[in-house]
């Protein structure tokens, strides 16, 4: 593996390495990744920053990790991070879950799992400035382009209602479109 539990020098990610997202910007390859120290499927899910120069080799950034819950005003964990780098604005963007976490019953089984979409912008990928609150309140892996000036598409899982089961939105995914790339308008249907 080129990044692993087992292969990583870093304490914040002993237990979990999972959620990469990569782009290639300014000759280099950057890779936003998801790690734990404690366990699977907890409320300590943290952001990491590395580097590459041919996608193989990676340098995790040194103060890893660069964002944890303490710097989300409206959540706990963070989860499926996507970032592009948007030209027209000379920034880097970042959609994001995030929510009050996850609520176990006495036997460990999920009751609750709140997710909803984030959002953060940096000028160098590694500082996160995140937006006050919540863009959308039911979200699962955002995965966004940008068309045009004032044109985004998204695809993200989403329950079909606020009155749905929470995992639904592990089953429904949807198309949104923005102007801005914080306001989303959602389709009527899954696609």
Known sequence: PIL????????????VV???HVIFHDGRFRMWYLGTSVESRTNDIVLGYAESDDGLEWKPFRSNPILTADDIPWGRPLQTPFVLYDTD?????MWFVSGKGVKRDDQGKVLENDQRLGYAVSS??????VHPKPLYPSARSPSVIKEGPKKYRMWMGSSPSPQH????LYKHIYEFTSPDGIRW???EKPV
């Open 4 to 15: 692993s539990t087992y292969t990583t020098k870093e304490s914040w990610c002993k237990v």
């Open 18 to 20: 999972y959620s990469p």
């Open 89 to 93: 604005d000379s920034i880097y963007k």
């Open 124 to 129: 160098d990928g590694i500082h996160w400035n």
């Open 165 to 168: 089961a929470w995992n639904e």
């Open 185 to 187: 308008t959602r389709g």
